[in-house]
């Protein structure tokens, strides 16, 4: 016998292939202490009392009484009924329907579900134990902790942990109320999805969305669709708001409205922040402040406005607002633009740095730094500090009045100046003008140490100096280099000509700044003060 045929005859080995162990779907009685069977009133059902007791494929059902359906696989349960999956999930009702092929529950009355440390409440529960989740319809309510969510119909994923509620859905917890038509709660993070219009009310803030998120354990906030916040008299409205309860934070991105009608005062950008607690805000990105305290609104625009709020007292609040690089402001009677400016609510002392220039009607004002004190959110006094220089344009539109001063201070009443003082190094040019035909009569150039000038009805009604000396050239003769101040510059190209013009920067011409000399910085609010 050779080699290979003892390989022919030896048989091939055959590959077993375990069967799948078959799946028991049927329902078990496991125990009670009464069975009867009555064909004539309850056909195929089995009718049992006392201690009752099934299994179905995990779960362990328990009830005072019941009828069994062996041959449709399904009983019904009656009084104490209890369904018990596991160690995390229970089911407890006054009645229920089971159906052991569709895994399903249906529990009517007094009804808790509880699964962990989650437990719903309701009258009417369908629970599919094949999906994991249970849909009420007759109202319902989910605490989870210290929330509470109620609404009229709902659902419960046992497995994701999640909860969706609809129409008349309220949301409590000890410091938020919620109400709204639709939400989506997750146990395991504790964060509900708010869709459709939707109120949460916190201590004093009052938020309005129709699409966002809230975590009931860290009382955050994510809000998007033009969301607002509200909170004592301030307003918040963004295309996206993130809010947080506990520390007061928010945050807003695109489009952003933030309004202070105690102060009457909004600012506006495509990202700010705000404070509750704190009372700090900030918006950059096209950001503009808006002053509605007066009749005429005043319109500021600059790269950056940060807004401190500071208690001296507990019953004295002051605050503070920076504009940072490239501040414009408009409002019909009076305009400015500067690099910087800070305002100090406990003096109402604006304070304006590096080239800062003030329009009102045909007069312009500048210098190193200009400083404006309201009184009733009117104009009360300005000072002007270095290389301070008026100048108001005549009807001609040629000629220029003009005075210059180290510094110079101006005193308004009821919004119009009433007195100018021009202090040390004083340089005057004025024409007067001919009462009868409104002619200019010539030119009155004059160098004083002081001078007081006092007004009415925008006219000068007297005029003092301080040993002054001085020439009035009649027209024909002034000299051509007499008719400007060596000051002397125009501005009107860099002047704001309306509200959505504050967004065009135009620096000042070539060899039109003022001279260089070390000048006062603008004060930078640090994290540190």
Known sequence: MTIVGLWAVTPAKRKITPRKKVEDKRVYLVHSDHLRYDQYRNGDAQILHGNVHFRHMGADLYCDSAHFYEQTNSFEAFGHVKMKQGDTLSLTSRYAFYDGNDQLAQARYDVVLKHRKTTLYTDSLDYDRMYSFGNFFEGGKLVDGNSVLTSDWGEYHTDTKQAMFYYDVRLKDKKLFLTTDSLFYDTRTSRAHIVGPSNITSGTSHIYSENGYYNTKTEQSELFGRSVIKDQGRTLIGDSVYHNASDGTNYAFRNVIYTDSVNKNMMTGDYCEYNDATGYAMATKRAVTIDFSQKDSLYMHADTFKVYTYNIRTDSVYRKIYAYNKVRAYRKDVQAVCDSLVYNSQDSCMTMYKDPIVWNLGQQLFGEEIRVYMKDSTVDRAHV?????????????????????????????????????????????????????????????????????????????????????????????????????????????????????????????????????????????TSKQ
């Open 385 to 525: 500090l270095g290389q301070a220089f008026s100048a108001e344009q005549m009807s001609d539109s040629i000629h220029y009045n003009q005075v210059s001063s180290k510094e110079m201070k101006a005193f308004f009443l009821k919004g119009e100046i009433s007195e100018t003082q021009a202090i040390d190094n004083v340089l005057v040019v004025y024409y007067p003008i001919d009462d009868a035909d409104s002619t200019i009569i010539g030119l009155n150039y004059t160098e004083t140490p002081l001078m007081k000038m006092y007004l009415e009805n925008r006219k000068m009604k007297k005029i003092w100096m301080e040993k002054p000396t001085g020439v009035l050239y009649p027209m024909t003769q002034v000299p051509p280099a007499k008719h400007f101040l060596p000051q002397f510059a125009w501005f009107d190209y860099v002047r704001p000509l309306d509200k959505d013009d504050i967004f065009n920067w135009r620096p000042k011409k070539r060899g039109t700044e003022l001279k260089e000399i070390k000048r006062r910085e603008p004060p930078r609010k």
